[in-house]
């Protein structure tokens, strides 16, 4: 059964700050990592999907790295921004199509 | 464009009863995908659809629960006798094909007293 950690759960850092998280998972025989934002009360928002053959995806200020073999990933946040405090996932695509996530790691930015 | 939509967004039901969710998944999304959030358990699998067919109902908690998909658009999971522990948000998502990336819903919180 595949297992998928955050680290760290909480993350609180002043505006303007890098943002760093880290994903775990237990099983490699992955199709692809998928990187969420969750909002209080809202449902997932998809931030970067990185295929199992990929090593790294860049949206904007977003970069995600991925090392399949040691089933590892980190989001990272460039000067982050007030409006970037919610909650992030991580999941993982096994290759029977199911979806793992991790618990999360909730990121504040204080302005 | 339209996204992945759900009903209702609330729904509140006495222990016993019987509760259906309603999930429209993004227009030609092939796969579609059934998640429940409860607090302190994270995203839960529940059923994921390719087409009308269900290849795997194994992350379904009970034989309460049943889902079903028509014409591969909507889908409805149907909770029957609920009961308190199935108080969650349940989430539904799409995907063009199954390997591509997942659109969620808002979520239908479902609260069983």
């Known amino acids: 059964k595949q297992e998928v950690t955050q680290i760290p759960a909480a993350l609180s850092v002043p505006e303007g700050e890098n943002l760093v998280l880290n994903c775990s998972f237990t099983?490699?025989?992955?199709?692809?990592l998928q990187w969420f934002r969750q909002d209080p009360g809202k449902g997932l928002t998809s931030l970067l999907l990185i295929q199992s053959s990929q090593r790294e995806q860049t949206s904007g200020r977003l970069n995600a790295s991925l090392d399949k073999s040691s089933g590892r990933s980190t989001l990272y946040i460039a000067a982050s921004q007030p409006g970037d405090s919610a909650t992030y996932l991580c999941a993982v695509l096994s290759n029977d199509y199911k979806l793992s996530f991790g618990a999360g790691t909730t990121v504040t930015v204080r302005a | 464009g339209a996204g992945v939509s759900q009903s209702p967004s609330n729904k509140v039901t006495e222990k016993g009863k019987d509760v259906e969710l309603r999930c429209d998944p993004i227009s030609g999304h092939t796969a579609l995908y059934w998640y429940r959030q409860s607090l302190g358990q994270g995203l839960e699998f529940l059923i994921y659809f390719q087409g009308n067919s269900a290849p795997d109902k194994s992350g379904l908690p009970s034989d309460r629960f049943s889902a079903e998909r028509t014409g591969g658009s909507v889908s409805t999971l149907t909770i029957q006798r609920t009961q308190q522990e199935d108080s969650a948000v349940y989430l539904c998502a799409s995907s063009y094909v199954a390997q591509e990336t997942q659109y969620f819903g808002p979520g239908t919180r479902l609260l069983v007293l």
């Open positions: 099983d490699s025989a992955i199709y692809n």
